[in-house]
């Protein structure tokens, strides 16, 4: 864990790394880590493929460990950094954790809930709105997600074992 004020370009920094781990599974590449007071308190990547579970979000997971670390369902006060603008599931989930800011990197037009498609994490209607900033270090994180996607395209070899 790490102590002291660092920049958002930091932290996307290490939700990227975690992409490229995601990546490496041949998993869609998307990272996360969560922060509380200047600490990292959750990290992950997306886990679908491996755990053969819809829900296994890197924002899920990362969600679930932030919950825990901090011994509360209310994520007060943190801000979730992740490599791709949320979908709908992703962006209820931190907007009824009530995390404070997200920050993601690349825009995502066909599923994104961040202001893309939908709107979820500054929904009026909704009982609590996250601050949110888009398009930090969106150039690399949108590249590596072309760059898996154009590989499956190709229908490169997975690097996954079928079971």
């Given at each position: 864990m790490e102590l002291e004020e660092k920049t958002d370009e930091y932290y996307m920094g290490k939700a990227l790394k975690l992409a490229r781990r995601a990546a490496e599974a041949d998993e869609v590449p998307v990272g996360c880590v969560i922060v509380h007071d200047g600490r990292i308190i959750a990290r992950a990547h997306n886990q679908v493929e491996t755990l053969r579970d819809p829900t296994a979000h890197a924002e899920m997971i990362a969600i679930t460990q932030a919950a825990e670390a901090l011994g509360n369902h209310r994520l007060a006060g943190t801000t979730l950094y992740v490599t791709c603008e949320p979908c709908a599931m992703c962006a209820g989930a931190m907007v009824l954790g009530r995390v404070e800011r997200v920050v993601y990197g690349a825009s995502?037009?066909?599923?994104?809930?961040?202001?893309?498609?939908?709107?979820?994490?500054?929904?009026?209607?909704?009982?609590?709105?996250?601050?949110?900033?888009?398009?930090?270090?969106?150039?690399?994180?949108?590249?590596?997600?072309?760059?898996?996607?154009?590989?499956k395209r190709k229908g490169g070899p997975s690097k996954r074992v079928q079971r």
């Open positions: 995502e037009p066909k599923s994104g809930c961040a202001g893309s498609v939908l709107d979820i994490l500054r929904e009026e209607r909704l009982n609590h709105r996250c601050e949110v900033v888009g398009g930090v270090m969106s150039e690399e994180s949108a590249e590596l997600l072309r760059e898996f996607f154009e590989e």
